[in-house]
């Protein structure tokens, strides 16, 4: 059973301060990770996917990228409000042909103005 | 811009009822998901469809779920008879292709419907 392992929250952080999420999946094969953001109520929206170990930076986001330790990061710079919302950790299974994402449970992130 | 469209957004529905879920992807995509997501969970995949044949269905409940693509475009799931279990959102998505140019693996999510069982 591929897993994804995210930690529920809620995460609260101020206004203008960096939020880190974490994720971690039990798939060593898995090649493509990706951070979607989820508001109350709405589906889930991409923010950024990262295929190499290292760090990715898109504008106030950067994902970081561990495949030995199985382990996925999202920090958002400069916290906003309007970033308050569920952050889903997807990761793309191995094996061949269009494998499905596996999605973990979400962190609820919470920016306090 | 190309959007998954899907209807309904909201149901209401008694336990023991019929429901049905529709599904148009975004033209051009041959892979669909249906996802089901319980409030405070993740995703998890239903149904996955490649052009009009099923590439997983292992996490439908097959005794009461059933989900067709005739033409390999859109698609409905059905759920006879409901039950309280079920209410949650039901999310379709669709991608492209492997290969396709353009590939990144991203799913591209329609609004989603959101299911309540009496």
């Known amino acids: 059973q591929k897993e994804v392992e995210q930690n529920s929250g809620p995460l609260s952080v101020p206004e203008g301060a960096i939020a880190s999420l974490n994720c971690t999946y039990s798939?060593?094969?898995?090649?493509?990770f990706f951070w979607y953001r989820q508001y109350s109520g709405k589906s889930p929206e991409l923010i950024m996917f990262i295929y190499s170990n290292g760090d990715k930076e898109d504008g106030r986001f950067t994902a970081q990228l561990n495949k030995a330790s199985q382990y996925v990061s999202l920090l958002i710079r400069d916290s906003q409000p309007s970033d308050s919302a569920t952050y889903l950790c997807a990761v793309k299974g191995s094996g061949s042909g269009n494998t499905p994402l596996v999605f973990g449970k979400g962190t609820r992130l919470s920016v306090i103005a | 811009e190309a959007e998954v469209a899907q209807s309904p957004r909201y149901k209401i529905t008694e336990k023991s009822q019929a429901v049905a879920f529709w599904c148009d992807p975004i033209?051009?995509?041959?892979?669909l998901y249906w996802y089901r997501q319980i409030l405070g969970q993740g995703p998890e995949l239903l149904v996955q469809?490649?052009?009009?044949?099923?590439?997983?269905d292992s996490q439908l409940p097959k005794d009461r779920f059933s989900a067709e693509r005739l033409k390999g475009v859109d698609s409905t799931l059905k759920i006879q008879p409901a039950e309280l279990g079920d209410s949650a959102m039901y999310l379709c998505?669709?991608?492209?292709?492997?290969?396709?140019?353009?590939?990144?693996?991203?799913?591209?999510f329609g609004e989603g419907s959101r299911l309540t069982v009496l």
């Open positions: 033209s051009g995509h041959a892979t």
């Open positions: 998505a669709s991608s492209l292709e492997p290969g396709e140019a353009g590939f990144t693996g991203e799913l591209f």
């Open positions: 798939d060593r094969g898995s090649q493509s």
């Open positions: 469809f490649q052009d009009e044949s099923v590439v997983d």
